[in-house]
């Protein structure tokens, strides 16, 4: 009887836990079993395992192999347990002293013929390997560029079984060794720029303001006037990601791909279809959770084109990541947090026909078809949106051919917004908040309270407003200061205030 261990880990959502894998050969009918809560992909590396090992030259251990995949309690899925378990089950051979795979973490499929195949979510598996201790992880080639990016923890690279062992010490010939993958470059889309965006002055300085502070943007209008034109250019005026912002981006990213290109910078930008399910918005799933776009978009950007076309339950999801920045799942088996501190940025028609601001009468909707179509967005979702904006059709002379086209650019507008942030950043400093947007409106009247006669006028002001919501108060709140930190001012005055309520307020035309 004889028995080795080896470590690998497995991700649940975007967190990666550490799986110990135990190989124990003893007399008996031959064959393998593996316990620990394995799915059908971890059950199947029975065949690939073995088929690797007899291409690599071994022969298979004629005796009963039991493996065991701890925690017992932890479901186990996906194929990257695979080369732990067959340098396990070697070690249990005594093919190789176990002593070599000490705090040491293996990940990486097995293709039959022994060769290793690159795996989703290294990333946050070399990271949950170096904050338990590991010194040492093995990764497919494809995958060590971001298992460099944790810093102390030495990657080791290998291109199939064979490779692995003769790194471990072990006199094998066979094997290939495997070329250093380089990702190539795809191509890159033309920069979406807002100087692209003719007129809308309005709606632009409503980008630029949700920018600043992180606010949610909604965007109403007929068709055709720039609603999704402004959306897709709202990542263009963001600033880069900082360094902890982008190893959760790119964590995120080695989960959704078998790899990145490297640490990613900008914000990501995902905009589902309006017939996305639930759970591709969302993310879920039973035995074995998957991300939504929710995640797909954290630190970065989620655009909901022709939002009341939505699915009522997609809709009402996004109210709870809205304040809290993460979403919840919970089944019979496992419960998992998976982050979202998106931007929501939402457009939607005024009606069916989205003729119902136009000027001339063309909409044929009645006003109980108008009211219904907009009440899709219930009063809660939109309450937590900070900015509410009409977009009008621009004047005939600033779309005409040869209109002067004379607009800001993006890189003007963003030098704006990284000031903006930059101010913010000081002020909260000491505090687990970046942005305006996520300041808690008691913590932002407490310590950071406004000149008394800019309070009375802003309490006059919004005692004038029928029945606002605190949470409405408090988001007005925020965006005088973002409007203020645009300006350079250090704290909002009487402008900034009266700013703040008609970016919030959009005319009161959202319920026309």
């Not at 097995?110 to 946050?124: H, I, K, N, Q, Y």
């Not at 632009?204 to 949700?210: D, G, I, Q, R, S």
């Not at 069916?352 to 601001?357: K, L, N, T």
């Amino acid at each position: 009887m004889s028995i080795a261990h080896s470590a690998t880990a497995m991700v649940m959502g975007v967190d990666a836990h550490i799986v110990e894998v135990a190989a124990h050969l003893t007399d008996g009918l031959v064959g393998m079993s593996i316990t620990g809560l394995a799915d059908a992909s971890v059950r199947e590396s029975r065949d690939r395992v073995r088929a690797a090992i007899v291409c690599t030259g071994f022969p298979w251990p004629q005796r009963r192999i039991t493996v065991g995949l701890s925690p017992a309690w932890l479901p186990k899925v996906g194929s990257g347990l695979d080369l732990a378990i067959a340098l396990a089950v070697l070690a249990a051979d005594e093919r190789f002293p176990t002593a070599a795979l000490e705090r040491t973490v293996v990940i990486g499929e097995l293709r039959l013929d022994g060769r290793v195949s690159a795996t989703r979510g290294v990333l946050p598996i070399a990271m949950a390997a170096a904050r338990w201790g590991y010194r040492r992880i093995i990764v497919p080639r494809a995958n060590a560029d971001e298992a460099r990016l944790v810093p102390d923890l030495e990657v080791v690279p290998v291109g199939s079984l064979g490779h692995t062992l003769r790194l471990l010490g072990v006199d094998c010939e066979a094997g290939e060794e495997g070329d250093d993958v380089v990702m190539p470059l795809a191509p890159q889309p033309p920069t979406k720029d807002l100087a692209d965006v003719r007129g809308q002055q309005a709606a632009k300085f409503a980008l630029e303001v949700a920018a600043a502070g992180g606010h949610h943007l909604a965007l109403l209008g007929p068709p055709g006037v720039g609603k999704t034109l402004l959306a897709e250019r709202l990542p263009s005026i963001l600033p880069p990601l900082d360094v902890d912002a982008a190893l959760e981006v790119t964590a995120v990213q080695s989960v959704l791909n078998d790899r990145t290109p490297g640490l990613v910078s900008l914000p990501p930008f995902a905009a589902p279809h309006h017939g996305a399910t639930a759970a591709a918005v969302i993310g879920g799933g039973n035995a074995n959770p998957r991300v939504g776009l929710i995640t797909a978009a954290h630190r970065g950007v989620l655009f909901l084109d022709e939002a009341p076309e939505f699915q009522g339950s997609v809709l009402e999801a996004l109210r709870q990541p809205l304040e809290s920045g993460s979403i919840a799942i919970a089944r019979s088996e496992f419960a998992i947090v998976l982050p979202a501190r998106f931007q929501l940025v939402i457009a939607a028609n005024p009606c069916p026909c989205g003729q119902a601001f136009d000027r001339r009468g063309r909409c044929t909707c009645t006003p109980s078809v108008r009211r219904k179509y907009l009440a899709k967005l219930s009063g809660p979702l939109m309450d937590r949106i900070d900015v509410r904006v009409i977009v009008e059709s621009p004047a005939p002379h600033e779309v005409v051919l040869g209109a002067s086209s004379a607009s800001e650019s993006s890189a003007q507008v963003a030098a704006r917004v990284l000031q903006a942030r930059d101010r913010q950043r000081h002020r909260l400093a000491g505090t687990p908040w970046r942005l305006n947007a996520e300041v808690p409106g008691p913590v932002l009247r407490r310590d950071w309270p406004l000149p008394a006669t800019v309070t009375a006028r802003f309490n006059a002001s919004v005692t004038a407003q029928e029945q606002p919501s605190a949470r409405g108060v408090d988001r007005m709140l925020r965006l005088a200061w973002t409007r203020a930190d645009l300006a350079g001012r250090a704290a909002p005055d009487e402008q900034d205030l009266a700013i703040a309520m008609r970016l919030r307020d959009a005319g009161g035309r959202w319920a026309a």
